[in-house]
């Protein structure tokens, strides 16, 4: 089948550092189109055509599929908008800014017949899914203990993360990649938020730590724009403890990475995430039965991210 056609909203800091390089080159992908404010940012991520209209790319009959790389606050109008235009839609981390509106979206992706999934790319990285695939065989025996943490030093003045009417925030921005590791490592478990502590700076949160705990065990989640640059990730099961064996927890990317279990290391080769999520998106569009985070881990993970934003407001 011919190649999934896409067109990019925001030309912003993940597009020119990442995705727009990563989207070029997936398999079965095609980049047609690019819409940013600035038509020099959008002309340089490289589409085969640029523009500054956001709405003419999510209407052009020549795109089957929109990611949208816009700040946290525009993402649920242009899903809405790219559903409503018939497209395919990826979009970037968080989805929505709350659970009620991660449904809505669904909701009327599922309505209009077309796929709508959340850019969380860490998910689509070869030893993500080793870590996932131990927890949920039983590998690592009953899981008691998680450990993960996305910190990293500051954020630029103006930058839209320090603006809660904008989707700012440490939790919203990083905290979800741990809380989505540990969603899908435990897919079955009744979370219970055990304690939030938080440090806010213009309304949003510099620095969010919460305790979960679920039936057989508790988590630990450390998330910041203040701390030093750490993205650990140890999960302890009654059998043996599994641990990334660099400081990229998340972000491990074109590089060798790998982890320990027990007393045995495994070593995966460089892959580029970003790319493998656009392939595999591109792949079930055409029909492929290609993995992609599911509804219900969205759904799940923004549940979460609001009992945690309740319990510290
Ligand atoms: N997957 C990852 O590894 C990863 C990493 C970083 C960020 N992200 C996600 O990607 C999204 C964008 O993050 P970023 O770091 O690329 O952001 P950024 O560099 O600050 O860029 C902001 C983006 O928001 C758009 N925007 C729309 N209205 C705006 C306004 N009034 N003021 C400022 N910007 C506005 C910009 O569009 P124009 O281009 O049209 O100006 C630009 O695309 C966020 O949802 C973030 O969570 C993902």
């Known amino acids: 089948m011919t190649d999934v056609r896409w067109g990019i909203l925001g030309a912003g800091w993940i597009v020119q550092q990442a995705t727009g390089a990563a989207l070029r080159s997936a398999h079965g992908s095609s980049l047609r189109a690019v819409a940013a404010r600035d038509i020099l940012r959008a002309e340089s991520v490289g589409a085969a055509r640029a523009v500054t209209d956001y709405r003419s790319v999510i209407e052009s009959d020549d795109i089957d599929a929109i990611y949208i790389a816009l700040s946290n606050e525009a993402h649920l109008p242009w899903i809405l908008a790219a559903i409503e235009a018939g497209k395919h839609v990826l979009c970037e981390k968080p989805l929505t800014l709350s659970p009620q509106d991660t449904a809505k979206a669904f909701d009327a992706a599922e309505q209009a017949g077309v796929l709508l999934v959340e850019a969380v790319w860490s998910r689509w990285h070869p030893r993500t899914e080793r870590i996932v695939e131990l927890c949920r065989s039983g590998d690592?025996?009953?899981?008691?203990?998680?450990?993960?943490?996305?910190?990293?030093?500051?954020?630029?003045?103006?930058?839209?993360?320090?603006?809660?009417?904008?989707?700012?925030?440490?939790?919203?921005?990083?905290?979800?990649?741990?809380?989505?590791?540990?969603?899908?490592?435990?897919?079955d478990a009744a979370f219970r938020l055990l304690s939030v502590e938080r440090h806010d700076v213009y309304g949003v949160d510099l620095t969010t730590r919460a305790t979960l705990e679920w039936a057989h065990g508790r988590a630990s989640i450390a998330c910041s724009f203040e701390m030093p640059e750490s993205q650990r990730l140890v999960i302890g099961g009654s059998h043996q403890t599994v641990s990334v064996d660099d400081d990229q927890a998340f972000t491990s990317w074109r590089t060798h990475s790998s982890l320990t279990i027990g007393a045995h290391r495994e070593t995966f080769e460089p892959v580029d995430a970003y790319q493998q999520m656009f392939e595999a998106v591109s792949g079930r569009i055409r029909g492929d039965d290609a993995w992609v985070m599911p509804r219900h881990e969205s759904e799940r993970v923004a549940g979460m991210v609001e009992v945690i934003q309740q319990r510290s407001a």
């Open 140 to 187: 690592l025996g009953e899981i008691e203990t998680y450990l993960g943490t996305f910190t990293f030093p500051a954020v630029p003045p103006g930058n839209y993360r320090l603006d809660a009417k904008r989707g700012g925030g440490a939790l919203l921005d990083v905290g979800i990649y741990p809380l989505h590791v540990l969603a899908a490592c435990l897919p």
